[in-house]
């Protein structure tokens, strides 16, 4: 299996919800990421974890919180998202953090805040 | 100062032509770097990987490596209509962090 999976595909909520965002490897790959991609711009990152702890969070607003509960699994929980936060989200994970052979990246999930 | 920087294009070639994708980097203790493609509305693909000075072969693309000039590029021999996308390029730094360039929107014209 050399696949990341993320579900949902599509998300659409509204501000006032709660929803969570699901990626799940079984390449056996320690590190896992959640990226945010806006159109026509690069991924930018969101959130490191490492061997299942969370070593990089890049000043991600509080209403994002990631939770890996195990080695092959990653979510993002959202609540109070701003229309401004609809984006592609993007999940992806590496043999180790810094690794030479790259990341491989689920097909993302697309989000829209109304 | 950004970490990758890309030419963002829009670049254009005739079909079987030769297209030639370019990126600096700012770290000079990088380590290594990755070209990525992506079409609309998909997630990035990662077509090839290098680390070392010199060049590295794959089908119909060549990763090229100069560390001394802080330069990497992606050649595409032979392109096809389906090589239209996005191309990022990527690095990892020196604290284990990856960076992605603005990435080049390529077209090859039928």
């Known amino acids: 299996d050399t696949e990341v999976t993320q579900t949902p595909k599509h998300l659409v909520m509204g501000m006032t919800n709660k929803k969570s965002l699901k990626c799940e490897q079984h390449?056996?790959?320690?590190?896992m990421y959640w990226y945010k991609q806006k159109a026509k711009k690069p991924p930018e990152l969101m959130f490191v974890?490492?061997?299942?702890?969370?070593?990089i969070n890049e000043s991600v607003p509080s209403r994002f919180s990631p939770e890996c509960p195990n080695s092959s699994l990653l979510n993002l929980h959202l609540h109070a998202l701003q229309p401004e936060d609809s984006a592609l989200y993007l999940c992806?994970?590496?043999?180790?953090?810094?690794?030479?052979?790259?990341?491989?990246f689920g097909s993302g999930t697309r989000l829209t805040v109304v | 100062q950004k970490e990758v920087e890309q030419n963002s294009g829009p670049l254009s070639v005739p079909e079987g032509a030769i297209a030639s994708l370019n990126c600096t980097y700012s770290?000079?203790?990088?380590?290594?770097f990755f070209w990525y493609r992506q079409y609309s509305g998909k997630s990035p693909e990662l077509i090839m990987f290098?680390?070392?000075?010199g060049d590295k072969e794959d089908g119909r693309f060549t990763a090229q490596l100069n560390k001394a000039s802080q330069y990497v590029s992606l050649l595409i021999r032979d392109s096809q209509p389906s090589d239209s996308a996005t191309y990022l390029c990527?690095?990892?730094?020196?604290?284990?962090?990856?960076?992605f360039g603005t990435g080049t929107s390529l077209t090859v014209i039928p």
């Open positions: 992806a994970s590496s043999q180790v953090v810094g690794s030479n052979y790259g990341y491989t």
């Open positions: 390449m056996g790959h320690r590190a």
């Open positions: 974890y490492s061997y299942e702890k969370l070593s």
């Open positions: 770290d000079r203790g990088s380590q290594s």
């Open positions: 290098i680390y070392s000075n």
């Open positions: 990527a690095g990892s730094n020196t604290g284990n962090q990856f960076y």
